[in-house]
């Protein structure tokens, strides 16, 4: 097989899988909020991680500080775990003002009180228009890249049949 047709049956199923998942993005577009909420889930299985997993950790902290929250449904998820509920802690990020102990014996005046799961749900539906909008240019450049493939190879083989 040609390289040229290799890259385009390649191109081809690229853009297929794109396509399936847009169409199940769709399908389970529901599963973002509600009782079974995947996004909850997840947010709970970092939470349980937090300490033990540097990345998981820092993007935990990192989620609390731009959201402005703490936990996932609220600061009160925290004593869930049995690491902040011996202390009566939350973890640092979780503090309106950084101080040394603002996370200790937390308040509604020194920690965000707010989960973290509402926040994303916001943002998400926020901007899902521009996340559909570049899936839509990548998906476009994919295609004008399999049709100018296909041009090559015809071109490639007009050539061979001329000599």
């Given at each position: 097989?040609?390289?040229?047709?290799?890259?385009?049956?390649?191109?081809?199923?690229?853009?297929?899988?794109?396509i399936?998942?847009?169409?199940?993005?769709?399908?389970?577009?529901?599963?973002?909020?509600g009782?079974?909420?995947?996004?909850?889930?997840?947010?709970?299985?970092?939470m349980?991680?937090?300490?033990e997993?540097?990345?998981?950790?820092?993007?935990?902290d990192?989620?609390?500080?731009?959201?402005?929250?703490?936990?996932?449904?609220?600061?009160?998820?925290?004593a869930t775990l049995?690491?902040?509920?011996?202390?009566?802690?939350?973890?640092?990020?979780?503090?309106?003002?950084n101080?040394?102990?603002?996370?200790?014996?937390?308040?509604?005046?020194?920690?965000y009180?707010?989960?973290?799961?509402?926040?994303?749900?916001?943002?998400?539906?926020k901007n899902?228009?521009?996340?559909?909008?570049?899936a839509?240019?990548i998906?476009?450049?994919?295609?004008?890249?399999?049709?100018?493939?296909?041009c090559?190879?015809?071109?490639?083989?007009?050539g061979?049949?001329?000599?």
């Open positions: 097989m040609h390289s040229s047709l290799q890259f385009a049956v390649l191109l081809s199923i690229i853009f297929l899988v794109e399936a998942a847009a169409i199940a993005g769709y399908v389970f577009k529901d599963k973002v909020g009782s079974t909420c995947l996004l909850e889930e997840g947010v709970w299985d970092t349980s991680k937090y300490g997993d540097v990345p998981l950790t820092e993007a935990v990192r989620l609390q500080e731009d959201f402005h929250c703490c936990g996932s449904n609220n600061y009160t998820d925290w049995e690491r902040f509920r011996a202390n009566n802690t939350v973890p640092h990020s979780c503090c309106r003002v101080t040394t102990n603002c996370n200790v014996n937390p308040t509604a005046s020194t920690i009180v707010e989960g973290c799961q509402k926040g994303i749900e916001v943002w998400m539906k899902i228009l521009i996340v559909a909008a570049v839509l240019g998906a476009f450049f994919e295609i004008l890249g399999i049709i100018f493939t296909c090559l190879m015809k071109g490639i083989r007009s061979y049949e001329v000599m």
